[in-house]
């Protein structure tokens, strides 16, 4: 079946510094890839998505490349700030958007210090 | 435009009661889907409906089941709950199937004592 790996965390970094969290995949088929975004106490928000092999995602300063080849999503940020302090989730679908529901990983826990 | 809505935001309840959720989509959203959301597995996708029909269901025992009503509001049901029910459940909707953005709630946190 599809699984989604990504570091867990806490990741800690000061205010400024380069962010990377790992995804790697394992699916099927050609899946679209997605990170989303949970602050305390909200609901998930879409980050970013990528649809197929060397597409990459961006928004808000975060960014990450379908890399067909590595199974991977990696999210990058090139300087973080402390409102970016949240769980990030990556996750895939098979069919594009999720018919089949998303599979999501464990979420890593990103805390930014001033 | 109004996001997604999820009724109640909290809940306690004991083993062996039932309970029922409500989540109201965005406007124009005809799918919903449920994810339940613990410590130790993570985010887990229930199932999807869409235009009142069950389109796809996880892996999850039949105590867990839901509906669409013809406004696509939808509800879950858990029956006879367990104490490892307790999670934050969260509703998604989006406009139609296959390609599009899903839009979540807030999702309503579920105590079983």
Redesign the interface.
């Known amino acids: 079946g599809n699984s989604v790996t990504q570091m867990e965390g806490p990741v800690t970094l000061s205010e400024e510094a380069f962010l990377t969290i790992n995804c790697t995949y394992t699916a099927t088929g050609y899946p679209s890839l997605f990170w989303y975004v949970q602050y305390p106490g909200e609901g998930l928000q879409l980050l970013l998505k990528a649809t197929k092999a060397d597409d990459k995602g961006s928004n808000k300063g975060f960014e990450a490349t379908y890399r067909k080849e590595t199974t991977s999503f990696h999210l990058e940020k090139g300087s973080v700030q402390v409102s970016d302090s949240a769980v990030y989730f990556c996750a895939l679908s098979e069919s594009g958007g999720g018919a089949d529901g998303l599979t999501f990983g464990k979420g890593t826990h990103l805390i930014i210090q001033p | 435009k109004a996001g ?1 809505t999820q009724t109640p935001r909290y809940l306690i309840k004991t083993r062996g009661q039932q309970v029922t959720l409500s989540c109201s989509p965005i406007s124009g959203h005809r799918s919903v ?1 449920w ?1 339940q959301q613990t410590p130790g597995q ?4 229930l ?2 409906y869409f235009s009142e029909t069950q ?2 269901k ?1 892996n999850f025992p039949g105590r867990f089941s839901g509906r669409q009503f013809s406004n696509s509001r939808s509800e879950m049901n858990v029956s006879t709950l367990e104490l490892g029910d307790s999670a934050l459940y ?1 509703c ?1 909707s ?1 406009k ?12 309503t946190r579920l105590t079983v004592l």
């Open positions: 997604v889907s994810y993570g985010l887990q996708f199932f999807e389109r796809n996880g969260l998604a989006r139609d199937t296959d390609g599009n953005e899903q839009f979540f709630g807030p999702g």
